[in-house]
């Protein structure tokens, strides 16, 4: 992913170590922990995780076009499915956020199908 051009992953190794979500109860803070996707939380709150999931990664990807961060996460995606479920890959998906994080909405099925162009809007 880091490969492609004009695209960068603004966290240390590209890797966010838990999900986020936009919003937050404390008021300057833009931004938290998605409970749903938190393992340490499974059996406190509702979970989107199955009971085997003990890891959530999270990649934050930036980029100058739409093209270049779905070439970007097509590229990734593929990468860690060649790993397998034998590697920990569980499960793969993406937040919108309704929208909050910019115009852009990217359905990895398409990405995946190779439409690459920015005309899946939010």
């Given at each position: 992913?880091?490969?492609?051009?004009?695209?960068?992953?603004?966290?240390?190794?590209?890797?966010?170590?838990?999900?986020?979500?936009?919003?937050?109860?404390?008021?300057?803070?833009?931004?938290?922990?998605?409970?749903?996707?938190?393992?340490?939380?499974?059996?406190?709150?509702?979970?989107?995780?199955?009971?085997?999931?003990e890891s959530v990664m999270e990649i934050v990807v930036d980029g100058?076009?739409?093209?270049?961060?779905?070439?970007?996460?097509?590229?990734?995606?593929?990468?860690a499915c060649s790993l397998g479920s034998r590697a920990g890959v569980?499960?793969?998906?993406?937040?919108?956020?309704?929208?909050?994080?910019?115009?852009?909405?990217?359905?990895?099925?398409?990405?995946?199908?190779?439409?690459?162009?920015?005309?899946?809007?939010?």
């Amino acid at each position: 992913m880091q490969k492609v051009p004009s695209v960068i992953m603004p966290f240390p190794g590209g890797v966010v170590r838990s999900g986020s979500k936009v919003g937050s109860k404390y008021p300057k803070m833009f931004a938290s922990t998605n409970d749903a996707f938190c393992p340490t939380l499974k059996g406190v709150v509702n979970t989107e995780l199955d009971m085997d999931i003990e890891s959530v990664m999270e990649i934050v990807v930036d980029g100058l076009t739409f093209e270049d961060i779905a070439l970007s996460m097509k590229v990734g995606i593929e990468a860690a499915c060649s790993l397998g479920s034998r590697a920990g890959v569980k499960r793969i998906s993406a937040g919108n956020y309704g929208g909050k994080l910019g115009q852009h909405h990217f359905k990895l099925h398409e990405i995946l199908n190779g439409h690459l162009s920015g005309v899946a809007q939010a």
